[in-house]
C-alpha cells in the first residue's frame, strides 16, 4: 500500500545519506546500527510498556534503517552482500517488533486480575504469534520466487505497511487508548498477512503456468 511512496522518500531522506557518507558510514554499518537498535528497543518497550516512547524511537530507527540504499547508492552503489545483509537483519528487525507486541501483551496478561475479563490481551498475543509468520512467509515467498527466476514484490501488505501498522497501533495505545486498539491493530496485521502470502503464491503460480521452468531437484 506505502511502496508507492518509496521514490518520495528516498528524496525526503536524501540529504541525511549525504551527510552519513561525508563523514564515512557505509551502508553495512547503518544496516547493522539499526537492526541491532530496532532489536534492543523492541525488547525494551515490551518489557516496560512504554508503547509512545517506545514507537517513536522505533520510528526513527526504520528512517535510519532505510538510509542503507540511499548510502550505498552515494558511495557507488551496494553490493550483493550488502542486499544479502539488509535482507537478513530486516528479518531479525521484524521479528523484534513483534516480539516487543507480544511481551507486552504476555506482561498485560500475567499482571491482570483474576477478576477482570479482558481477553484482548490474549486475541493481541496470539495474533502478533500469528503475524511472525505470515511476516516470515511473506519475505520466503518472493526469496523463492526469485530463487526460481519469477517475480513476486506483489500484496496488499509489504514491509512497510506492516511497520505503520504495528507502530500505529503502539503510539495510540501508548497515548492511553485500551490495548485493545493494538490488539485490533495485530487481528489487522494477521489478516492482511494472510492475504498477502496468497496474493504471492498466486501470481506466481500465475506466472510460472505461463512460462514453465525446469524444476531443480537440489532445491527442498
Given at each position: 500500500?506505502?511502496?508507492?511512496?518509496?521514490?518520495?522518500?528516498?528524496?525526503?531522506?536524501?540529504?541525511?545519506?549525504?551527510?552519513?557518507?561525508?563523514?564515512?558510514?557505509t551502508?553495512n554499518?547503518?544496516?547493522?546500527?539499526?537492526?541491532?537498535?530496532?532489536?534492543?528497543v523492541?525488547?525494551?518497550?515490551?518489557?516496560?510498556?512504554?508503547?509512545?516512547?517506545?514507537?517513536?524511537?522505533?520510528?526513527?530507527?526504520?528512517?535510519?534503517?532505510?538510509?542503507?540504499?540511499?548510502?550505498?547508492?552515494?558511495?557507488?552503489?551496494?553490493?550483493?552482500?550488502?542486499?544479502?545483509l539488509?535482507s537478513?537483519?530486516?528479518?531479525?528487525?521484524?521479528?523484534a517488533?513483534?516480539?516487543?507486541?507480544?511481551?507486552?501483551?504476555?506482561?498485560l496478561?500475567?499482571?491482570?486480575?483474576?477478576?477482570?475479563?479482558?481477553?484482548?490481551?490474549?486475541?493481541?498475543?496470539?495474533?502478533?504469534?500469528?503475524s511472525?509468520?505470515?511476516?516470515?512467509?511473506?519475505?520466503?515467498?518472493?526469496?523463492?520466487?526469485?530463487?526460481e527466476?519469477?517475480?513476486?514484490?506483489?500484496?496488499?501488505?509489504?514491509?512497510s505497511?506492516?511497520?505503520?501498522?504495528?507502530?500505529?497501533?503502539?503510539?495510540?495505545?501508548?497515548?492511553?487508548?485500551?490495548?485493545?486498539?493494538?490488539a485490533?491493530?495485530?487481528?489487522?496485521?494477521?489478516?492482511?498477512?494472510?492475504?498477502?502470502?496468497?496474493?504471492?503464491?498466486?501470481?506466481?503460480?500465475?506466472s510460472?503456468?505461463t512460462?514453465?521452468?525446469?524444476?531443480?531437484?537440489?532445491?527442498?
Open positions: 500500500m506505502f511502496e508507492h511512496l518509496r521514490k518520495p522518500w528516498k528524496r525526503l531522506i536524501a540529504p541525511i545519506a549525504r551527510g552519513l557518507v561525508s563523514i564515512g558510514v551502508a554499518v547503518v544496516t547493522i546500527v539499526g537492526a541491532a537498535g530496532t532489536v534492543l523492541s525488547i525494551i518497550t515490551g518489557i516496560t510498556g512504554w508503547l509512545l516512547p517506545g514507537a517513536i524511537v522505533l520510528t526513527i530507527l526504520v528512517i535510519f534503517d532505510s538510509l542503507d540504499g540511499s548510502v550505498a547508492a552515494l558511495s557507488g552503489g551496494g553490493t550483493q552482500f550488502g542486499a544479502f539488509d537478513t537483519l530486516d528479518r531479525i528487525a521484524d521479528w517488533i513483534l516480539a516487543g507486541v507480544i511481551i507486552f501483551f504476555h506482561r496478561i500475567a499482571t491482570s486480575s483474576s477478576n477482570d475479563i479482558n481477553y484482548w490481551p490474549e486475541i493481541g498475543m496470539y495474533a502478533a504469534l500469528f511472525v509468520m505470515t511476516s516470515f512467509v511473506t519475505s520466503y515467498a518472493r526469496a523463492r520466487a526469485e530463487a527466476g519469477f517475480d513476486a514484490k506483489n500484496g496488499i501488505a509489504t514491509r505497511d506492516r511497520l505503520v501498522i504495528i507502530l500505529v497501533g503502539m503510539a495510540l495505545t501508548g497515548v492511553g487508548l485500551p490495548p485493545a486498539i493494538l485490533c491493530c495485530m487481528i489487522l496485521l494477521a489478516i492482511l498477512g494472510v492475504v498477502t502470502v496468497w496474493q504471492r503464491i498466486w501470481h506466481v503460480s500465475q510460472m503456468s512460462s514453465p521452468k525446469p524444476a531443480d531437484p537440489s532445491h527442498e
